[in-house]
Every structure is written in structure tokens, then in C-alpha cells.
């Protein structure tokens, strides 16, 4: 039944399919048949590649399916067979990957200290921390790189759209020639989401949603405190959630990252396969945008980094989309 069914998918959606155009029926089923059989073979290596694959966890959105490949991704995992990748039309992008592997104490203390506090959680505060650090850890000074080399291949604007702000809700709007009050232009908005992301977050807030961080930051900071993983400056003063008179501290960034901390070298390379990743995505999304068509910024930042379990320790995977070359 799941090769009839197969079959009738690909009579259906491949062209020539079987590849023989001869006219005889019979050396056609033969064909068919072993085009199917090596296909659920392939099928069903390249599943078990993906199940060894078993992700902790996906970057950006925990509520997607951990297993989630495409068709690209699955060949990398598990070579598909030359007889068969004649048959599958070719995508413009190639994966590669980028694979990090680390120790079982990394393993056995993020379990520990998940059991508390998400991994989210975790990862989240370390950037919000050592973004501010005095001396910058790799992943900013990759930001900072990133952000000074796309203001040198901006110059002087000449962009189609800015995004302007409606109401609560961002718009692109076809400019007519800057400048262009009340709008920033698609360079200007990755420049400030780069800083946003990885960088000091407060430095390109507004004076009130600067306030709302550093609130929310302490009111949610005390487990990661109590953890070992931060430690509040003494002289900052910083306030307990109980204390609803002080909600402020009084000097930002009131935190230190504990660099001793088993997890820091997983968070620092996690952070650089952010950065990486941006880099590339945005780089992109700027050679795409048209007179024509508003950007589409809704997925920029797209989902490309795994935490995977193996049986000795971890490994931190990032995706790499490449075009393909012709």
C-alpha cells in the first residue's frame, strides 16, 4: 500500500517519471519498482539520521516541531542516491553545517539547571549581561563588525521603503527620497535589531521601554542570581521583587556574567551562531529588496541553530544555507 501510494505521488508530480520513454509497460513498472524500492530505502535511513538528530531544543520558537527539515537538509543528513536525485528537481539553496561538541559536564549541568530555570531563560540573560560587558565577548565584537560594515555599504540612503511606525504597528512605506522623517530605512532597522539582539539593548530603546527593560530584567533576574550564573554589582543596589517601593537599580547594568560557570563556552558559541546566522540572512534580505514589493522582514532572523543530544555530552548544530551555484 505505501509504495502504490508512492507511486501514484510521483506519476502525479514527476514529469517523465520513470524516466523511460520507450513505450514498453513492462521494463516501465520493472523501472518503477526499483526507483520505489531504493526510494523508501533512502527514506527510511534518512529518518533514522533525523531521529539521531534529537534536538533539545530549536532557537527561536519552542512550540515548532523539533524535527523539522527540508527536503535539502534530510540529503545532507542521509546522501540520497545519484539514480534518485536525477529525479528531484534541484533547490536554488545547499545546507552545510557547523558543529560544536561538547562535554558531559556542559550536558549534566544544563540539565541541572534547567530543571529551574528554562534553557531560554538562560541563554536569554546571558546576552542581556555580557552585552554590556566593558570587554566584549566574540559574538559582539562580531555584531559590531557586522553593524560598521553595513553602514559602509549603505553610504549615503537611497532606499525604496521605510519602515514607519503606525499606531503599535511597523509598516513599510515607499519613501521618495530621504531623508525621510519618522522612518528608517531597511539598513537602519537591521542595524538597530543587530544591537537589539546582541548588543546593549538599552542603548537603542526609547527612554521608556529602557525603563520597562531594566525592570523586567530584575524582577526576573534573582533565580539566575541564586543559580551562580550572574551575580548583582554590590554597589548597584539592585532590588528584590518584593521590594515594589525600588524597582530600580541604582546604576545599569547592575549584573555580571559568572564566566566560571560550566555553560559559558555553549552560550558563547550559541551566540556566535547568531550572530553568523543574522549576518548571512541579512545579507540576503537586502540584496532582495525591489523597487516594487514592500521588504519582508517578518523572518529575517530565521530559526537555524540545534542543540542535540548525543550520548556523550552535546553538540551545538547551525544550518548553513547556501545558494546554489550554476
Known amino acids: ?37 531504493l526510494l523508501q530505502m533512502w527514506t527510511d535511513y534518512a529518518r533514522k539520521a533525523a531521529s539521531s538528530f534529537s534536538f533539545i531544543t530549536s532557537w527561536d520558537n519552542p512550540s515548532l516541531p523539533k524535527e523539522l527539515y527540508d527536503l535539502g537538509q534530510l540529503q545532507w543528513l542521509e546522501p540520497m542516491p545519484s539514480i534518485l536525485d536525477m529525479l528531484v528537481k534541484q533547490s536554488e539553496v545547499i545546507w552545510d553545517v557547523d558543529i560544536r561538541h561538547f562535554s558531559d559536564e556542559v550536558k549534566s549541568e544544563l540539565r541541572r539547571l534547567s530543571a529551574g530555570t528554562p534553557f531560554w531563560t538562560i541563554f536569554d540573560f546571558y ?5 554590556y560587558e566593558s570587554v566584549p565577548p566574540p559574538y559582539v565584537l562580531k555584531m559590531r563588525q557586522a553593524r560598521s560594515a553595513l553602514r559602509e ?21 515607499s519613501t521618495g527620497g530621504w531623508p ?16 537589539l539582539r546582541w548588543g546593549a539593548r538599552t542603548n537603542v530603546l526609547s527612554s521608556t521601554r529602557a525603563s520597562k527593560e531594566i525592570v ?106 547556501k545558494k546554489r551555484s550554476k
Not at 546576552?127 to 552585552?131: E, P, S
Not at 555599504?153 to 513599510?172: A, I, M, N, P, Y
Not at 525621510?180 to 544591537?195: A, G, I, S
Request: charged fraction near 20%.
Open 1 to 37: 500500500m505505501r509504495a502504490h501510494t508512492l507511486a501514484k505521488l510521483l506519476q502525479s508530480n514527476c514529469q517523465g517519471w520513470p524516466l523511460t520513454d520507450d513505450g514498453d509497460m513492462v521494463m516501465q513498472q520493472e523501472r518503477e519498482n526499483d526507483y520505489i524500492s
Open 127 to 131: 546576552k542581556r549581561v555580557t552585552g
Open 153 to 173: 555599504q549603505h553610504g549615503v540612503c537611497q532606499c525604496f521603503w521605510g519602515k514607519e511606525l503606525v499606531s503599535s504597528t511597523d509598516r513599510w512605506i
Open 216 to 321: 523586567d530584567f530584575v524582577q526576573s533576574s534573582y533565580p539566575l542570581h541564586y543559580a551562580g550564573l550572574i551575580h548583582h554589582l554590590e554597589y548597584a543596589n539592585v532590588p528584590h521583587p518584593q521590594f515594589i517601593f525600588k524597582r530600580v537599580p541604582d546604576v545599569w547594568p547592575c549584573s555580571k556574567w559568572n564566566y566560571s560557570s560550566a555553560l559559558t563556552p555553549l552560550l558563547q558559541a550559541a551566540a556566535e551562531f547568531e550572530v553568523d546566522s543574522a549576518i548571512v540572512e541579512i545579507s540576503a534580505w537586502l540584496e532582495e529588496i525591489d523597487p516594487y514589493t514592500p521588504p519582508n522582514d517578518a523572518n529575517l532572523f530565521n530559526d537555524m541553530i540545534r542543540l542535540v543530544n548525543q550520548n556523550e555530552g552535546l553538540s551545538l548544530v547551525r544550518w548553513i544555507k
Open 180 to 195: 525621510h522623517w519618522n522612518n528608517r530605512c531597511p539598513y537602519q532597522v537591521v542595524d538597530k535589531e543587530l544591537e
